[in-house]
């Protein structure tokens, strides 16, 4: 409609302004203006000139700040019944040959029966793999990559609890990879890390559980062996085609589940709340492509992971305590799925971080509820058990969210100063974990002891994709390390 | 992990509980627990079987209420300076011959050079339309799709306004589809409103107004001047692939502009919100393509649309006042986006409805601040124009929510009758738009007379899509008609 802003008329001001919004680090009077090779000089800069030339030619990109985020999400559909209509999805998406990812307890469930009613209905040609491993590693992940080569389908159809979502996006990686090492994704620095520059074949997926969020998000985590690390793949051309969200078909979910799942949902919406902004993170990515998912707490996931806090707090005791309140239950799987998106573009920290060691150096501790023949610390129990300790120590990165966390867990923070926020959340939090019941109130009650926190520092220091977002930690090894020992030490009692 | 729940133990509680929540219409007492043809009667039915039969065989499929809502947007890069990095995100997805779509206007601004450095930097092949029309008519879209059909890009970038978008999602339709009758896709009744079974090609959007939010919704509006209707093509394939906000691209935008893409964005985000829930829209649709984009309001559309209210009441003035706040420019390109999520996946509703007939019959009202060669309402005058009326007279379907959206425009709400929401919101509607100045406070000031509602009346009748998410209207035609007078003639003056 008109030219673009010319400098010169309230250039100071509107630089200084521009520059604070940006917050771009040079001084606002910059050589740049005067170099005779400016490409603009031809005519007088823009501010967009000003900015871009400075983007275009930061003075040491390791340090030049992001200053964009992306936000990417599955579609979703959600409602009671939704299940059956994944058939006719296939149809319109003019699959041919599908492969449907499961476990063999979901493989018994109605969500399955729906499924396989679906497409036969619609004549679409499939396969059924129901051997995902419940926590995948390396192994079990290998073996579905090697089931789904040979069938080369073109759609997959995953339906089960996180574990079999991400298992089922990893064999669509390697299906449309199939000459990649399995290590060229996997995140460094134990793995390559590189990006998915191909669009992976259509993946739709039914939740059965109300806690990863994985139907919406590009991540798959699995223990990898070889590393004696948990690790995992994550870039956003993973995620899921379409989430069908059937509140139905996570009411088979005992109460124990429930509780787990729901404490990764709490865990997901306040560490993605309040990781570190998207634009203090370093360095700036030169290509679009090298954004990570895990970018940092920004306008759109904030949105997303405190709603997902405020309905976590008030739905999941209900969810919990009541078999039989498919309301709460539905608010539950709504969450998970908001909180899935909230996380999968801003990232979590240190809960998750410590929760890989903590679950795979399971002193032997088998979680009440869970009908399974060996040790188990659920993945939602193993993120909640360090929350208060975790949250009291961020608190000084940012009170004002914290104030805002506690509040959502009805805590009245009119009165409290800013300096208490971390006291009020943490405690905020081991009264909501004490509330919920057969909660293990820190990790004495998982069998772990004191001497058990060297080895427990040691397996989260790997985790640099989520410990790069933690507000508030010292970038120092050995400060971050004692930083590190001091939450698992308030960790062990509360 | 436990078998799935059987119906005899708690039936009947289950049954209520799940009924209501899934706002099923069938006595909770129903037939076809007797009979033998159930084909699930060789095992005690599940829930799911109970609520899936009925959806399976309902009594009167015309009638049946919607069970399920789709959110689905397009990813969403937000940053000061991300233009730069479109030519990178076509090399990525390995495109080898764009179609870049602008206006005359738009061709001129920085956005357009950097869009053409970007792919002429990456070394791919372009060609550029830009003629395209403001408030598009289908004979403008019709000359873009003949240029398009014949050049058969791989992918499409549009660099504008919600025109330039909008044109730029048909000419991507029509060149998938060439064989297709322009009428094929547009909105029933109007067209015949077939559903598109194709994914499109990739479309990167860089918005260069911050108003419709086209860069993350399926829709595109234009004028059918054969049937004197403004109309449209929605659906989800023709979301962009990817938004670019860069709000250093909305600095161009005049004071005017700033205040009437604004009011849009106002608009699209209460008329959303307040929209009839999904779960009230009938007919229930037999196969997923054809749920309506414009779906009703629903709980993730929800958290969009307040949120783009409350940061367009807070930052729209700021922006429209001081054309050096890029803080507040920023903040509404969010907005904007925010809000088109939003609408994208509930729709609007009477404000849009009625400001079709109110632009296209423009009495030769010309706005301040427009520099063009002819009459012209902006769109989102008139949208806003009728919005105090709307909102008065919505009010009684959903007194709470009109309540929230007064309560963001900084109203206590604390002591206010809920029967009193409507009276308030639309108070506090006039006044923010006499706040912030040169809006005409009423048709009267656009030119119109009491004598031209019947002919606005009539022009707003053709808007079923967006008339049948209107909460309160009357589905008796001559009703409908009279509740239509009575908006328009309440939106004389104010």
């Known amino acids: 409609m008109v030219p673009a802003i010319r400098i010169p008329a309230s250039a100071a001001s509107r630089a200084r302004n521009l520059l604070r919004t940006v917050q771009y680090t040079h001084p606002p009077s910059c050589p740049c203006h005067s170099n005779p090779s400016h490409h603009h000089h031809h005519r007088s800069p823009t501010l967009a000139d000003h900015v871009r030339r400075h983007m ?43 492969c449907i990812v499961t476990d063999s307890n979901v493989s018994k469930l109605d969500a399955m029966k729906q499924a396989v009613e679906g497409l036969t209905r619609e004549g679409i040609e499939f396969t059924v793999f129901d051997k995902v491993r419940i926590e995948p590693k390396d192994s079990s992940i290998k073996e579905a990559i090697a089931f789904a080569k040979p069938y080369n389908p073109d759609a997959f159809l995953a339906v089960g609890g996180g574990s079999v979502i991400d298992t089922a996006k990893l064999m669509n990686l390697y299906t449309v990879f199939p000459e990649a090492d399995f290590l060229d994704f996997v995140n460094a620095p134990i793995g390559k890390g590189l990006p998915v520059t191909k669009a992976l074949r259509p993946l739709v997926a039914v939740p059965t559980t109300a806690g990863t969020g994985s139907e919406t998000t590009g991540t798959a985590i699995f223990d990898l062996v070889s590393k004696g690390a948990k690790t995992g793949i994550a ?19 005992p109460s124990a589940v429930h509780a787990s799942s729901g404490l990764d949902v709490l865990c997901h919406s306040l560490e993605s709340w309040t990781a570190i902004p998207y634009n203090e993170r370093t360095p700036r990515p030169t290509n679009p492509i090298n954004r990570p998912a895990y970018q940092g707490a920004n306008p759109i996931s904030d949105i997303f992971s405190l709603q997902a806090l405020r309905d976590t707090v008030k739905y999941l005791p209900r969810a919990v305590k009541d078999p039989d309140d498919f309301e709460a239950q539905s608010k539950m799987l709504l969450a998970a799925t908001l909180a899935g998106v909230g996380f999968g573009n801003a990232g979590v920290h240190l809960c998750h971080g410590m929760s890989y060691p903590i679950s795979s150096q399971n002193p032997g501790y088998k979680h009440a509820g869970y009908d399974v023949d060996h040790p188990i610390i659920p993945h939602g129990v193993s993120v909640a058990v360090t929350a208060p300790a975790v949250f009291r120590f961020t608190a000084a990165s940012n009170p004002d969210r914290h104030l805002a966390a506690a509040e959502a867990f009805g805590v009245d923070i009119s ?29 004495k009650n998982l069998g772990f002891k004191s001497g058990d926190i060297e080895s ?19 970038s120092e090894l050995e400060a971050e390390k004692d930083e590190l ?4 030490q308030e960790s062990l009692v509360y």
């Open 56 to 98: 275009a030619t930061p003075t040491d990109p390791s340090r030049e700040k992001e200053y964009a985020f992306e936000m990417a999400a599955s579609s979703i559909r959600f409602g009671p019944g939704a299940t059956k209509e994944v058939g006719m999805d296939f149809a319109n998406m003019k699959a041919k040959r599908v």
């Open 456 to 474: 427990l520092v040691e397996g989260t220091l790997p985790q640099r994709r989520v410990l790069m977002l933690a507000p508030n930690l010292n």
């Open 415 to 443: 009165t409290v100063k800013r300096e208490s926020a971390g006291e009020v959340l943490g405690e905020a939090l081991a009264r909501f974990l004490s509330d919920l019941g057969d909660q293990p109130l820190g990790l």
């Open 235 to 253: 870039h956003r051309n993973l995620k899921p085609t379409l989430g069908i969200c059937d509140p139905i078909n996570t009411r088979t979910m």
């Open 485 to 488: 020992r001091g939450l698992l």
